[in-house]
């Protein structure tokens, strides 16, 4: 059976073999982040406890470099979430527990989080200087943790089985760090396509955690300054504007 091509992003394209996923990137993507991508994923699999596809082969796909996963069947809770509109509640509940039991985990291998963040920070171009460094002495400021954070975790990165059960899928930003802090990345990254679910899934969080909303929101301008690397035009506005907010009420 020939490879079939389920999705296209600016840096790669999936493809389904059977029971095999197959990641391949464009041709100018960096051959040490293929390589780095595959290596966080095997470290995620031996912290054992987690629902991830497996990394099967590191190799090249007509002439682009490339990671095969097992391939995983079944609907993404985004999916999940635009087919019933009525279940937001019950699904919201269930990433949230799922959220939680990642961050539950130690990997000490991975990269700090407070690391690569202010690495981020320092690359931005669209912020001034005296704002890089006033962020960078912030994220200095805060706590250290030792968590797990997925560091793109959103429904489009669950994959759900017709049995129930829950897969996350694409852990090339995993760190190791302050969860509160992954928590704040997924309330933007909800902020991007709908306020009512980012406020959701904050509520439900700080709830479930008995954490103080004000707490998770101090998060809110350093990650945003750090995503605005990522360079996507649709999300340089409201990325902007949160990196702008000094004080929550």
Known sequence: MAAELIATTRTKKVYRDGDKAIK???ADFPKAEVLNE???TARIEETGGIDVPRVLEVGVYENQWSITFDFIEGKTLQQLMDENPDKLP???EKMVDLHLSIMAKQCPLLNKLKDKMSRQISEIEELDEITRYDMRTRLDSMPKHTKLCHGDFNPSNIIVREDGSMCVIDWVHATQGNASADVARTYLLFCLEDQKKA???MDLFCKKTNTAKKYVQSWLPIVAAAQLT???PEETELLQKWANVCDYQ
């Open 199 to 201: 406020d959701m899934y």
């Open 24 to 26: 391949v990137f464009n």
């Open 38 to 40: 595959a290596l966080i």
């Open 230 to 232: 990522k360079k996507r």
């Open 90 to 92: 019950e699904y919201m």
